[in-house]
């Protein structure tokens, strides 16, 4: 029997949800893979970690393991890519880079960066303990992820200097080291625990701002 339109629409509409829930299901199972491995990573090294303490911690038995994840490089470019990528994605999309006042498009960026950070510190732990091993066309994928973080900070601070906002000599120096700062509490958590999360953020966005608002910011 010959298919009517509206048959071969529907059907089409069926495979593409379909399509869409193995995605979705692939993509949180990789999600859960990446947070238990990020976690051996941090305990006990990643040249240590084998793909069998992976699938042991996250109960997929290894050939399964292998459907989602290609090797454990790739688990760790895309450990990486949990800390860049939303971060980037919200600058795209939140609407941040419309605004036209560089300084509170630096204080919302900012503390939308600051609270990202503190979601992923395992993550950026590992990123800045890791970096060193991962193989070279990896590794130029992850530096170009942060470059491009790097180059909006530069891009919002060179605006607000122009505009005589801000005190920075030099932007990209600046926007490099506010990058950094970012990164403070994964880095140093072992002897900020008295404060609060709430209390830390307040804190590092007073700390980062005052290094490069001028008085009347």
Not at 160 to 182: C, H, I, S, T, W
Request: aromatic letters at 8%; proline letters at 3%; glycine letters at 6%.
């Amino acid at each position: 029997m010959t298919e009517t339109a509206n048959m071969v629409r529907q059907r089409k509409q069926a495979v593409t949800k379909l399509q869409g829930i193995n995605r979705d299901a692939t993509n949180k199972r990789q999600l859960q893979i990446i947070k238990k491995a990020s976690k051996l990573f941090i305990k006990k090294g990643y040249s240590k970690t084998t793909m069998r303490d992976i699938s042991k911690a996250t109960g997929i038995n290894l050939g399964n393991l292998y459907n989602f994840i290609s090797s454990k490089e790739d688990i760790l470019c895309l450990a990486f890519s949990r800390y860049h990528d939303p971060a980037m994605e919200w600058f795209n999309e939140g609407g941040v880079l419309d605004i036209e006042d560089p300084r509170e498009q630096l204080k919302i960026a900012v503390r939308q960066m600051l609270e990202m950070m503190h979601q992923v510190t395992n993550d950026v732990l590992m990123m800045y303990r890791e970096t060193r091993v991962l193989p070279p066309k990896f590794l130029k994928i992850v530096l170009k992820k942060e470059g491009d973080l790097i180059r909006v900070f530069e891009g919002i601070i060179a605006r607000g200097v122009e505009k005589k906002l801000f005190e920075v000599r030099d932007p990209f120096f600046a926007a490099n080291m506010l990058v950094f700062q970012l990164s403070l509490y994964p880095l140093r958590n072992w002897n900020l625990k008295k404060y609060t999360s709430e209390e830390f953020l307040a804190l590092s966005e007073e700390s980062i701002l005052k290094g490069i608002l001028t008085d009347r910011g």
